[in-house]
T-cell receptor
Framework: NAGVTQTPKFQVLKTGQSMTLQCAQD?????MSWYRQDPGMGLRLIHY???????DQGEVPNGYNVSRSTTEDFPLRLLSAAPSQTSVYFC??????????????FGDGTRLSIL | AQKITQTQPGMFVQEKEAVTLDCTYD???????LFWYKQPSSGEMIFLIY??????QNATEGRYSLNFQKARKSANLVISASQLGDSAMYFC?????????????FGQGTILTVHP
């Protein structure tokens, strides 16, 4: 009963370092996305994918890369970490798109601090 | 552009009483869906309830119901018989047909505190 699994749960980086946040889902969902949550701003979409091999930018894509080689995995890469990227990151997946009543299922989040 | 507004940064309610959390939205798309999520202090996002723009009746899920007023573009969450475990952040979100993916646009959230 895993659902959406994110690793790590916590991470501290130094400015300029790179890292990859992992996201995996076992529900065979086509749609996956990455959000960041900052105080007072709700969740904002970084990147999303509508299937293996297909990704696109969301609202705040700068400084992040994604790829989707399998249905299950959707990693988020920080290329050169900056303090402005300190945030809580959520990965989500869903079984259908725009007209569906199916909710997005969220992972437990990754708390990332950039020093 | 789509926008969700939650005007109540914080709300307080006595245990066993009902509480309404406000959500207004802005979209030019006639087809959309509205979602409410709960985020407890542990941080996970929990789906609560869904309302489609063409649904004839207000959505209900246990103690949660939606007061959906389409003409006013509001979708307020009503929690009946509040429990201490309802203390959390609550997010309203909207999904539009206008994008191929139908991404969620979130409001800023409302922190609900339930007093014993």
């Amino acid at each position: 009963n895993a659902g959406v699994t994110q690793t790590p749960k916590f991470q501290v980086l130094k400015t300029g370092q790179s890292m990859t946040l992992q996201c995996a889902q076992d529900m065979n969902h086509e749609y996956m996305s990455w959000y960041r949550q900052d105080p007072g701003m709700g969740l904002r979409l970084i990147h999303y994918s509508v299937g293996a091999g297909i990704t696109d930018q969301g609202e705040v894509p700068n400084g992040y890369n994604v790829s989707r080689s399998t249905t299950e995995d959707f990693p988020l890469r920080l290329l050169s970490a900056a303090p402005s990227q300190t945030s809580v990151y959520f990965c989500a997946s869903s079984s259908a798109g725009a007209l569906s009543n199916q909710p997005q299922h969220f992972g437990d989040g990754t708390r990332l601090s950039i020093l | 552009a789509q926008k969700i507004t939650q005007t109540q940064p914080g709300m307080f309610v006595q245990e066993k009483e009902a509480v309404t959390l406000d959500c207004t939205y802005d979209t030019s798309d006639p087809s959309y869906g509205l979602f409410w999520y709960k985020q407890p202090s542990s941080g996970e996002m929990i789906f609560l309830i869904y309302q489609g723009s063409y649904d004839q009746q207000n959505a209900t899920e246990g103690r949660y119901s939606l007061n959906f007023q389409k003409a006013r573009k509001s979708a307020n969450l009503v929690i009946s018989a509040s429990q201490l475990g309802d203390s959390a952040m609550y997010f309203c979100a909207m999904r539009n047909r206008g994008t191929s993916y139908g991404k969620l646009t979130f409001g800023q959230g409302t922190i609900l505190t339930v007093h014993p």
